[in-house]
């Protein structure tokens, strides 16, 4: 059991979970509407009606709806409410705990890709919505911006386990990631090809095993 906060009571503790789950169920219904409906159709009142609430709460909540989405992304990306970073979490201390370069390939590729699907329908709503929100595509650039920092990190990660293939740079490599293993990516082709993420992961590995060392991780299935 959880001791209670110094300064907080039983009161203000219950009432700030109350907000809590009030503040998550409505990004969960807004995140929902965008995906189905797309982020310009949705409308406040509509989230506030998904989520069974008052719209005065949504906007007491949140503010806009721009940060709505911005938290639905933020969400959508970790999977959970835990406030940790995402280099900082259990998965990656195994990919530093792994010796083998292609083990720790695959490990860096299947996260990564986990969370490029899972946010890919979230994130095609926001690139719709972006051709006439401008503020959209600023928080688009904003997640690329971020995604590329996460990736080099990672890729150094990779790199510490085996060199790159001759007459390639740690900044071709972090290009070849970025480029791949990403939302647009896995639409492309599980949307034309029919591909699945387990699919769509073992393409990565041998695509990427080839491109950044220059050796193979086999035939994919």
Known sequence: MHAPVKGVSQKGQRREARARA????????????????????????????????????VYQAFGTKYAILA????L????????????????????RDTADPHDRLTLVVNHTSEIAAR???????MRDAA????????LILEDHQRRLRTQRALVGFVLDAA???????????????????????YLLMADNLGWDLDRWQRWLVQLLSHGLFGT??????
């Open 119 to 125: 946010t890919a329908a979230l994130k095609r709503a």
């Open 22 to 57: 009030t503040r998550d169920r409505i990004v969960k219904a807004a995140r929902e509407l965008f995906e189905k409906k797309g982020y310009s159709a949705t409308t406040v009142a509509s989230i506030a009606a998904e989520a069974g609430v008052a719209t005065a709460t």
């Open 216 to 221: 193979t991780a086999g035939p994919v299935p």
């Open 131 to 138: 051709a006439t929100d401008p503020e959209v595509g600023v």
């Open 163 to 185: 060199p790159l293939r001759p007459g390639l740079t740690k900044d071709d490599a972090v290009a070849t990631f970025f480029g791949t293993v990403n939302s647009d990516c």
């Open 71 to 74: 938290r639905a992304l933020d």
């Open 76 to 95: 959508a990306i970790v999977n959970d409410q835990d406030p940790v970073g995402l280099l900082d979490r259990p998965w990656g201390d195994r990919v």
